[in-house]
């Protein structure tokens, strides 16, 4: 049986997908550990040493490997600075829609990934709060698992096999 043009062109667009953000995605996936171990757990302290409170603001400091995963995903492909027109096209709003977006999420709505893993790694540059909540509430976890989850299944492809039934015949 031949393979139709649109089955070839679909192929052929995943490993594109897959060769595209493989690299950077894997980068990623070794942070992995640490943000199981830290789901639901506070990651982001509020220095007021040196009497700061009392003539200035507290600022947030964060953890070492927060920092780290935040720089390394600035540095990728992931990054898209248009997320917002994501968050519009696909009605989401809050928290719940953000998680079921990701459960949903196939290798063809990668842009979907990329576009909640930049909301929370861009405005955490501005809002104080944004990296930390990512971090608790499971969101780089889950982006970060999910984006590997659909590279890993697509990077090598389900062969079927394929019976010659002649054979098949003669052995019975």
């Known amino acids: 049986m031949e393979k139709t043009q649109i089955e070839k062109e679909e192929i052929a667009y995943r490993q594109q997908i897959v060769n595209e953000y493989r690299a ?8 992995l550990p640490w943000l199981e ?45 248009n997320y917002r027109y994501i968050y519009s096209r696909h009605r989401i709003r809050a928290l719940k829609d953000e998680l079921l977006a990701i459960k949903r999420a196939d290798i063809r709505e990668m842009d979907v990934l990329k576009g909640i893993l930049s909301r929370y790694v861009m405005e955490g540059m501005t809002k104080g709060r944004r990296w930390s909540e990512a971090v608790e509430s499971g969101v780089f976890l889950k982006v970060i698992t999910k984006m590997k989850e659909n590279l890993d299944f697509w990077d090598h492809p389900v062969q079927t096999r394929v019976v010659n039934v002649k054979e098949e015949g003669k052995q019975q």
């Open 37 to 81: 171990s830290k789901n639901g757990m506070r990651v982001q302290q509020s220095y007021s040493g040196s009497g700061i409170a009392e003539h200035s603001i507290a600022f947030p400091v964060y953890d070492s490997t927060l920092m780290s995963f935040i720089k390394e995903a600035q540095r990728t492909k992931l990054m898209d600075r």
């Open 24 to 31: 950077d995605v894997e980068r990623l996936a070794r942070y």
